[in-house]
C-alpha cells in the first residue's frame, strides 16, 4: 500500500502534469465505494478546471475551480495512470479526461479503490502537520495501553503512517513497537515526533530521486529496518521480523517501555 511519502511524490508529479487543464469528461467504470451518484460526480466536476492536486493522510485530493475535491484513496493495489485520448488500462475504477487529450485513470485489479467527492473533514491531524506534535501525542498516548506501533497505523489518531513508514520511525526513534503507548517518556516522545518528520521528509527525497516522475508503485530498497533483502540495521544489529497480520520489523537496539 502506497504510503505518506509515496503519495506526496506521487502528488506532486501529477500537479506538475495536471493542474491547470479543465475536467471534458468523467468516465466512471467501476467505483464501488463512490460516495454520490455517478451522475452527480460528473455534473458537478465535468467543465472544472484543476487547481491542484495535493496529499491529504493516504489520500490524493484533486482540487478544482469551484472548491471541490475528488479525493482518491488507492488502498492496498490501486494505481494512477496518465494517458492520452483513450484510456487503454485494465481495471479501470474512474478516468478524468481533459479538454486537451490528457487522462488520468485509477485502475485496481481487486476493486476497491476508492473516489470520494467532497470528503469530510477528519479530526484526525496528518502526521506532518503541526498539530501532531508533542502536546498531542502526550495526551493521546497518555489514554491508551496501547503499543505505539498500533497508535502510529491508527488513521483516527494520526493520519498517513502506514505498516512500513511506522518500523523505520521507531527504529529511528529507538522506541520498540511493542512498547505501552503510556509508558513512554516525554523526552521520548519529543524523539519520536522528530523521527516522524526526519524519515518521512527524507523517504520523499529518496523516491524521488529514484524515480522523478512517479505517480504509481512503491520504492522501498533505501529503507533501513523494513526492508525484506537486509539482516542487520546500520548500526550492527540484527533485524527481527515478528509475523502477524502485519509483519513487524525492529531491533533489539529499541527500548521497550512496558
Do not use: C
Not at 518500523?167 to 522528530?194: C, M, R, Y
Amino acid at each position: 500500500m502506497p504510503e505518506l511519502p509515496d503519495l506526496q511524490a506521487f502528488s506532486q508529479n501529477l500537479d506538475k502534469k495536471l493542474a491547470g487543464k479543465t475536467v471534458k469528461q468523467i468516465a466512471v467504470i467501476n467505483a464501488k465505494k463512490l460516495n454520490v451518484a455517478h451522475k452527480q460526480l460528473q455534473d458537478t466536476l465535468e467543465g472544472q478546471k484543476l487547481d491542484k492536486v495535493y496529499r491529504e493522510g493516504k489520500e490524493l485530493y484533486l482540487k478544482f475551480s469551484k472548491g471541490d475535491i475528488l479525493a482518491l484513496h488507492l488502498m492496498l493495489h490501486g494505481k494512477l495512470v496518465l494517458f492520452t485520448d483513450k484510456n487503454e488500462n485494465k481495471y479501470s475504477i474512474i478516468e478524468l479526461h481533459f479538454s486537451d487529450g490528457a487522462g488520468l485513470v485509477l485502475t485496481d485489479f481487486q476493486g476497491i479503490a476508492t473516489p470520494t467527492l467532497n470528503p469530510e473533514e477528519k479530526d484526525a491531524p496528518d502526521a506532518l502537520s503541526k498539530d501532531a506534535g508533542v502536546d498531542y501525542l502526550t495526551t493521546r498516548l497518555q489514554k491508551t495501553k496501547t503499543n505505539i506501533k498500533t497508535v502510529l497505523l491508527d488513521q483516527k489518531i494520526i493520519r498517513g503512517i502506514g505498516n512500513a513508514y511506522a518500523d523505520e520511525i521507531l527504529w529511528h526513534a529507538g522506541i520498540s513497537p511493542f512498547s505501552a503507548s503510556n509508558k513512554i517518556p516525554q523526552d521520548k516522545l519529543k524523539e519520536l515526533v522528530k523521527s516522524i518528520h526526519t524519515v518521512l521528509k527524507d523517504a520523499e527525497k529518496e523516491i524521488i530521486k529514484a524515480s522523478p516522475d512517479i505517480i504509481s508503485g512503491e520504492i522501498r530498497d533505501f529503507m533501513n529496518i523494513h526492508n525484506s533483502k537486509k539482516t542487520h540495521s546500520p548500526t550492527g544489529a540484527e533485524i527481527l521480523i515478528k509475523e502477524g497480520s502485519r509483519k513487524t520489523y525492529y531491533t533489539e537496539e529499541q527500548e521497550l517501555y512496558s
